[in-house]
């Protein structure tokens, strides 16, 4: 597509409930990043992908947090259990290529989960 | 492990005045790129400008320009002629080669008219 979407953009669950959030990379990026951004903070750093792959994963707060990516395509950031502290936006970024310095992100407009 | 320091929660600019927002960065990488992005309150985040390590002249992108000082681990956001909607918060990012881009905490421009 012509940018980053993300879905849904905005997501009320119940503490203890499962979420899935989405995000469909442009066409072609091979490289695709999560971030969480709590309210009034900066991006913290989740995962990031090439290809399928997710080489790191140190960046998920808890082993309730996973992700995966298929096609080298569409991703999903799956919450389980949530809990409060939970609640954040999740933003998801693409780019043409990983491993080079020159090549910046672009952001879809994020999921604005709220665990209650 | 990269890391970005800007050190002004929040600014205050006058409208068509030019602002100045800082950012330090450290990483032990040679080459390695700095990246703003723009945050309205709307939340998406937009890409401003980018200056690669090796690029030897400032960055200029419109009314947006960085002033690189390399010696000094500097990459501060220079927006000439300020506009009412420039009110943003706005990030700074690093990034080298195998490793996602580490963003600082951020700068909030309020823009006045």
């Known amino acids: 597509g012509a940018g980053v979407s993300q879905s849904p953009s905005n997501k009320v669950t119940e503490k203890g409930k499962d979420v899935e959030l989405r995000c469909d990379p442009i066409?072609?990026?091979?490289?695709l990043y999560w971030y969480r951004q709590s309210l009034g903070q900066g991006l913290e750093f989740l995962i990031y992908?090439?290809?399928?792959?997710?080489?790191?994963k140190s960046g998920l707060p808890s082993d309730r947090f996973s992700a995966e990516r298929t096609g080298g395509s569409v991703s999903t950031l799956t919450i389980q259990r949530t809990q409060q502290e939970d609640s954040a936006v999740y933003l998801c970024?693409?780019?043409?290529?990983?491993?080079?310095?020159?090549?910046?992100?672009?952001f879809g407009s994020g999921t604005r989960l709220t665990v209650v | 492990a990269q890391k970005i320091t800007q050190t002004q929660p929040g600014m205050f600019v006058q409208e068509k005045e030019a602002v100045t927002l800082d950012c330090t960065y450290d990483?032990?990488?040679?080459?390695?790129?700095l990246f703003w992005y723009k945050q309205p309150s709307s939340g998406e985040m937009i890409f401003l400008i980018y200056?690669?390590?090796?690029?030897?002249q400032n960055a200029t992108e419109g009314r947006y320009s960085l002033n690189f000082q390399k010696a000094r681990k500097s990459a501060n956001l220079v927006i000439s002629a300020s506009q009412l909607g420039d009110s943003a918060m706005y990030f700074c990012?690093?990034?080298?080669?195998?490793?996602?881009?580490?963003f600082g905490k951020g700068t909030r421009l309020s823009v006045i008219a």
């Open positions: 990012a690093v990034r080298s080669g195998n490793t996602p881009l580490v």
């Open positions: 066409s072609g990026h091979t490289a």
């Open positions: 992908f090439q290809g399928n792959s997710a080489p790191d």
């Open positions: 990483t032990s990488d040679q080459s390695y790129g």
């Open positions: 200056q690669g390590s090796y690029d030897e």
């Open positions: 970024a693409s780019s043409l290529v990983f491993g080079d310095p020159n090549y910046g992100y672009t």
